[in-house]
């Protein structure tokens, strides 16, 4: 498993960032953008100049497993 790592946003600028239609419109949401390589970077939407952490597509794929699975449920009320 490779660790993930930080990426300045102005080396993302070509990407397209989408966030979930459940966002809140306050800027309370997370970000993802699909990376040429195929890794997946993560921002915050409140800071979008601010740094991204990019994870591989395996790495996120077993967070959107446990996500679909409520393995993280207890972490919102």
Not at 25 to 42: H, I, K, M, R, T
Not at 43 to 57: D, K, L, W
Request: aromatic share 8%; charged share 25%.
């Amino acid at each position: 498993m490779t660790e993930a790592h930080h990426e300045a946003t102005a080396h993302l600028r070509d990407v397209a960032w989408i966030k979930s239609s459940y966002s809140n419109g306050q800027g309370n949401c997370a970000e993802f953008a699909l990376l040429p390589s195929g890794d997946v970077a993560l921002r915050n939407s409140r800071f979008p100049e601010g740094p991204a952490i990019v994870y591989t597509r395996a790495e996120v794929d077993a967070l959107l497993r446990g996500v679909k699975d409520g393995e993280f449920d207890h972490l919102v009320s």
